[in-house]
């Protein structure tokens, strides 16, 4: 029986959230401040999910989607809300989290960072899945609900270049010798090449890889072939090996990089965010400046363009020695130096002994940085940093390190801000900064 519910917010899948006597009720397809006919598809003890079957007052923010596999795909959630309206959920999700979560409130919150909202993902995972049924292989992002492939034929948060491709690949795939051994296409854009990792589970035949060749040829395109983990990935062809990589214009960088090690998906909001945390960092020339979670050096070569020195420490040995490859070739070198580190297992006798940092940038994955803030917050006053600034992928991470920061730490925190890094998607990028 289809009920009628008053929608109250909204959670980071787009769901509209509700109440219905005491029992929260996320309502999939429905917005804040709607009155919606809704019929209930799953019910849990605490909770029950239900979904829209008609909006019987609709918000002023509710949009129509711009694409036509909205609903399906399941690589946006909430293209049905005005973009202006998705970044304005996602600050009160980062407010939500600092309060309940760290017990902690900026003394003011940033402006958020925009960048494109369409064609802006520059990494991507597409599925492969070879349906008889639909005649070939399906190439696309997986559905909403369940394991299938969207039969989409093109996909606006793509690159155009990217999405033009899309019904391409698919003929591409389904002319190999075994199609069904194709799982997975794997997109990186970089500025002057796009590399296309095709992982594949049986060996390609010399007839496939002539395709490949083909298709390279006439879509520009470097391909990389991944038999195994993401470390076996290398080019079809050597001279594609050293092509791929990014550039940061403000710093006169350009950072290489292999297709499969972590680079941030939108390309653009990227420079805005490496500017925006140099300048929250408020460096000065003569620092000393510790970038943590560095990755292959995002934000630790630009700030080797400002200040006197900086230590980028990262888990991963190849993060690393890519990042040292880039600080040569951008003639940096002297002026960084890196380490490979679990952050996970660190303590404040391992900060003190690095030596005196005048900033730390901090840059986690979701699973956040919950031992260098204990550590940051073990260390008395005169060795602390002057500044840290938190860039963070998740909202509860970087509350729960905020609190530690803060609660147990006694800094301060001066600013935090949502960073629009996947427009219509549920995915909240933050910064953060202390003092
Ligand atoms: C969000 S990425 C940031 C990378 C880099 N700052 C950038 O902007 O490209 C997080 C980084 O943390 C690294 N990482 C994950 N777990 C780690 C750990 N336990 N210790 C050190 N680094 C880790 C990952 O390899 C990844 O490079």
């Given at each position: 029986?289809?009920?009628?519910?008053?929608?109250?917010s909204?959670d980071?899948?787009?769901?509209?959230?509700?109440?219905?006597?005491?029992?929260?009720v996320?309502i999939?397809?429905?917005?804040?401040?709607?009155?919606?006919?809704?019929?209930?598809?799953?019910?849990?003890?605490?909770?029950?999910?239900?979904?829209?079957?008609?909006?019987?007052?609709?918000?002023?923010?509710?949009v129509?989607?711009?694409?036509?596999y909205?609903?399906?795909?399941?690589g946006?959630?909430?293209?049905?809300?005005?973009?202006?309206?998705?970044?304005?959920?996602?600050?009160?999700?980062?407010?939500?989290?600092?309060?309940h979560?760290?017990?902690?409130?900026?003394?003011?919150?940033?402006?958020?960072?925009?960048?494109?909202?369409?064609?802006?993902?520059?990494?991507?995972?597409?599925?492969?899945r070879?349906?008889?049924?639909?005649?070939?292989?399906?190439v696309?992002?997986?559905?909403?609900?369940?394991?299938?492939?969207?039969d989409?034929?093109?996909?606006l948060?793509?690159?155009p270049?990217?999405?033009?491709m899309l019904?391409?690949?698919?003929?591409?795939?389904?002319?190999?010798?075994?199609?069904?051994?194709?799982?997975?296409?794997?997109?990186?854009?970089?500025?002057?090449?796009?590399?296309?990792?095709?992982?594949?589970?049986?060996?390609?035949t010399?007839?496939?890889?002539?395709?490949?060749?083909?298709?390279?040829?006439?879509?520009?395109?470097?391909?990389?072939?991944q038999?195994?983990?993401?470390?076996?990935?290398?080019?079809?062809?050597?001279?594609?090996?050293?092509?791929?990589?990014?550039?940061?214009?403000?710093?006169?960088?350009?950072?290489?990089?292999?297709?499969?090690?972590?680079?941030?998906?939108?390309?653009?909001?990227?420079?805005?965010?490496?500017?925006?945390?140099?300048?929250?960092?408020?460096?000065?020339?003569?620092?000393?400046?510790?970038?943590?979670?560095?990755?292959?050096?995002?934000?630790?070569?630009?700030?080797?363009?400002?200040?006197?020195?900086?230590?980028?420490?990262e888990?991963?040995?190849?993060?690393?020695?890519?990042?040292?490859?880039?600080?040569?070739?951008?003639?940096?070198?002297?002026?960084?130096?890196?380490a490979?580190l679990?952050?996970f297992?660190?303590?404040?006798?391992?900060?003190?002994?690095l030596g005196?940092?005048?900033r730390?940038?901090?840059?986690?994955?979701?699973?956040?940085?919950?031992?260098?803030?204990?550590?940051?917050?073990a260390?008395?006053?005169?060795?602390?940093p002057?500044?840290?600034v938190?860039?963070?992928?998740?909202?509860?991470?970087?509350a729960?390190?905020?609190?530690?920061l803060?609660?147990?730490?006694?800094?301060?925190?001066?600013?935090?801000?949502?960073?629009?890094?996947?427009?219509?998607?549920?995915?909240?990028?933050?910064?953060?900064?202390?003092q």
């Open positions: 029986m289809p009920e009628v519910f008053d929608v109250d909204l980071l899948e787009a769901r509209g959230v509700a109440r219905r006597d005491g029992k929260v996320f999939e397809g429905a917005l804040p401040g709607e009155v919606v006919r809704a019929r209930v598809i799953r019910s849990k003890s605490s909770f029950d999910v239900a979904r829209v079957e008609q909006v019987l007052a609709p918000s002023s923010q509710r129509v989607p711009r694409c036509l909205f609903g399906v795909c399941g946006c959630s909430m293209q049905h809300l005005d973009p202006a309206a998705q970044v304005a959920v996602k600050q009160r999700v980062l407010e939500d989290a600092l309060w979560i760290g017990k902690v409130t900026p003394a003011c919150i940033l402006p958020p960072l925009h960048g494109p909202s369409w064609g802006y993902r520059h990494r991507a995972r597409l599925s492969v070879f349906v008889g049924k639909k005649g070939g292989a399906l696309g992002f997986r559905e909403r609900r369940g394991s299938y492939v969207t989409m034929q093109h996909c948060v793509l690159p270049h990217v999405s033009a019904m391409p690949l698919r003929a591409l795939v389904t002319s190999l010798s075994d199609p069904r051994s194709i799982p997975q296409i794997e997109v990186a854009v970089g500025d002057a090449t796009t590399a296309l990792i095709l992982r594949h589970l049986k060996p390609l010399a007839a496939d890889l002539d395709l490949l060749m083909e298709f390279g040829r006439r879509y520009n395109v470097s391909w990389w072939l038999p195994a983990g993401p470390e076996t990935a290398v080019t079809l062809r050597a001279e594609d090996a050293e092509k791929l990589a990014y550039l940061l214009p403000e710093y006169g960088l350009r950072m290489p990089y292999r297709p499969t090690d972590f680079t941030q998906v939108n390309q653009e909001i990227n420079r805005v965010l490496v500017h925006k945390a140099l300048s929250l960092l408020r460096v000065m020339p003569e620092d000393r400046v510790a970038d943590l979670f560095c990755g292959l050096g995002n934000f630790t070569l630009p700030l080797a363009t400002r200040v006197r020195v900086v230590v980028g420490i888990g991963s040995k190849a993060l690393v020695e890519r990042a040292r490859e880039a600080a040569r070739q951008n003639n940096l070198a002297e002026r960084v130096s890196f490979v679990n952050l297992a660190v303590d404040a006798q391992w900060l003190r002994d005196h940092f005048d730390v940038l901090i840059d986690p994955p979701r699973e956040g940085a919950e031992a260098v803030a204990r550590a940051l917050a260390l008395a006053v005169p060795e602390r002057k500044r840290i938190y860039v963070s992928c998740s909202p509860s991470t970087l729960r390190d905020a609190g530690i803060v609660n147990e730490g006694g800094y301060r925190m001066l600013s935090a801000g949502v960073v629009n890094m996947f427009p219509h998607t549920g995915h909240v990028e933050s910064i953060a900064v202390f």
